[in-house]
């Protein structure tokens, strides 16, 4: 059932149709928070951390943006919040144990495919060191897909700001690779 | 278009945003070397799609929201030992109301102070009588409230920051007629009305009330007045902001 469809029922979001929201959202939540900590427990907890603060704000939410943008403004808070609070060397530590060992394969040659896992290894890496607001914008617009106009709501800023910390972003990223270039 | 294209607007052009969409894609099929540099990008962002995110299993969502209502669950019950708290309090809210009033009585039966010092203490206990009315309501109407609702834990917030800058208007003017006891009776309420009116944490709109450490920080501080009859060191310095 759609959030509109929800909506009319009743004027805010009862506690059957957030359990709803909460299923149907948490693998793409996840995958913003795993984005944003760069570690699978971690971005759990931040999911977790989200559902609840979703839960309690379920009544404030009216209908005029979509689930997703809510869940996500909320998840980018949250994700932001854990960030701040994390010590830099834990970071540093699960990003090396949460990369998964399987890449893509891109059906080249072996030496190519291992190069090719260096470089997804350390742009990975580089992720984790933008700053939390550009890292946010490029998952929003990069991975998750949300047009300038939801970034900016989500992290209440104006679009062009959330234009320039995307540039931001993959300049740094782009530029981090080429330094990492032997 | 001139001159060659920038990073900036190669990157915006990629993901759809640029602000002369036509224009971009016009220069790029006319200039080999901005087609070679955004060919490059393009590159790099297909590698930025090869950054592994792990698989949930499909009854994540599932687990998600299981985990999320136990976790509401185990919530609910730190809560209602808050609230207990509070009846606690609003107890010793009581217990302080009567006590000042039982000052005025005493004030009145047998003073011997200059009479207008007489009629500043007593406008003063008056008036912090009221205040500790008003808490004590607050701390009942708190102590009933099962705190799912935000705009209740706003209100409740916004009732215990007034009160906060009321207690603090009273300690100057307890300070001023140096009446110690108010002063003391102030600043232990003090610390609690802050706690309420601290719940909060702003982040892009974001509120949380109260949080975990907040409400154990008060359930220990409890603990230790209960211990040593007293809720904090009054030498002790403190820094409180509201």
Known sequence: MGTEALLTRSNHLTEE??????ESHAHELFRLAFRMVGSEHDAEEVVQETLLRAFRKR?????????????YRIASNCAIDFLRTRKRDRLADRDQENTPDQVPSLGRSQELLVHQKELVTRLGKLMQELTPKDRLALVLRHYQD???EEISRIMNIKPNAA???IFRAVHKLRKGMTQGTP | MTRHLSEEELILHFYGTSDDRETTE???ALCP???QVYSEQEKFMDLLNQVPVPEKPADYGQRARQRLFAELEAQAKPRARFSHFLWVWAGAATLMLAFVLGRLVERESIHTEPRSRLVSGRVLDDAVARHLESTQRMLVDLANTTHTDPEEQAFHQNWARQLVIDNRFFRLAAMESESRDVIRLLDELELVLLEL???SHVEFEIEE???QEQVSELILRIRIMKRTGKLSDPDQPRLVHI
């Open chain 1, 17 to 22: 149709d957030f359990a709803g929201i909460a």
């Open chain 1, 59 to 71: 009544k404030q939410f009216d209908g005029r943006s979509k689930v997703s943008t809510w869940l």
């Open chain 1, 146 to 148: 949300c047009s300038i």
């Open chain 1, 163 to 165: 234009k320039q910390a």
């Open chain 2, 26 to 28: 016009r220069h790029l």
């Open chain 2, 33 to 35: 070397q901005c087609r």
């Open chain 2, 197 to 199: 009116a601290h719940g």
């Open chain 2, 209 to 211: 009330y109260p949080t």
